[in-house]
Each structure stands twice: as C-alpha cells, then as structure tokens.
C-alpha cells in the first residue's frame, strides 16, 4: 500500500510538473508584436549628422585611451610578475579582461549619444557590427582581434560618420 501511494504522489507531481510546462511552452513560436520592443522601451533619441559624428567620436577618443591604459597596466603587470618582456604575457588575458568589456561600454555610450535623423539604419548597421565583433573576439580571442575580416566591416559602415577608426584597433 506505501508503494502504491509513493507512486501515485509521483504521478501526480509529473503530472503537474508536465501541466507546468505546457503553459510555459505554449506561448512559444507565436506572434508577440512587443517581443522586438521589449528590450528597449523607449525609443531612441534623434539627433543631427553633425551632433551625432561629434559626440560619437568623443565617446571613440574616450574608450580608445581607456583600453590603451588598460592594455598597458595589464602588460605592466604581468612583466613585474613573470620577468618576461612587456607585451608577451597577457595579450590573451586582455581580451577578457580589457577589450571585450571596453568595447561593450564603448558600445553602450555611443548608443546613448542617439540616432542621426534619416542615417539611423545606417547607424544601427554599425553598432550591430561592433557587437558582432564583441562576440567574435569573446568566441575567438585574439585570432579574431587581429583578423581583418573582423575589423574590415566597422571601417567601413563607419566611414559615413567618420568612425571608421573608431573601435579601438
């Protein structure tokens, strides 16, 4: 009798358990209009061509410093600890430790400068290629740091706004 019941109890919780995920599945694959909004909810701030390159370059000149004195320190660092010359050690912890989390900063303020009026899908193409660089240096290291056809895309949807140097190589 103890068996049996253990084992309705244990019906019973894979029922509900089961019951639990069909609701939580069952909105998947269906059509939510907010879905595209809901990670930003409010809309982006417009503002002119010139405005938007000025305060952009600032951002690029600002983060730019940033991760050169981050480079440096971390360089610094490791040829007190190691006794190797500077530069050749760390260079894979950078990435990490100093790139990646530059870059998506850099990203992030860039994005609060706004949108230039009539140029914003061409803006947006840039930061979505910077972000895509981001993750190909995360996934790939320094293999991706310092392959072209990483770089090659931000030099050139960067051009219109005179950003093509503007991530940190």
């Not at 600002?62 to 050749?88: A, F, M, S, V």
């Not at 740091?145 to 219109?160: D, Y």
Request: glycine share 8%.
């Amino acid at each position: 009798m103890i068996f049996l019941t253990g084992t309705l109890r244990a019906a019973g919780a894979l029922a509900t358990l089961v019951s639990a995920c069909a609701l939580v599945f069952s909105g998947c694959g269906e059509g939510d209009s907010t879905a595209a909004t809901s990670t930003n909810p409010v809309s982006p701030k417009m503002v002119s061509h010139k405005e938007f390159v000025e305060k952009s370059k600032e951002v690029c000149v600002k983060w730019k410093e940033k991760i050169n004195k981050g480079l440096k320190d971390t360089y610094r660092q490791r040829t007190k600890e190691t006794g190797e010359p500077e530069g050749t050690v760390g260079t894979v912890e950078t990435m990490y430790t100093v790139v990646i989390p530059g870059m998506r900063k850099q990203l992030e303020e860039m994005e609060a400068v706004g949108l230039p009026k009539e140029e914003a899908y061409a803006a947006e193409e840039f930061w979505d290629a910077i972000r895509r660089m981001t993750h190909e240096i995360e996934a790939e290291g320094i293999f991706a740091w310092t392959r072209e056809s990483t770089i090659a895309p931000i030099h050139n949807l960067g051009k219109p706004f005179e950003l093509q140097n503007c991530v940190y190589f």
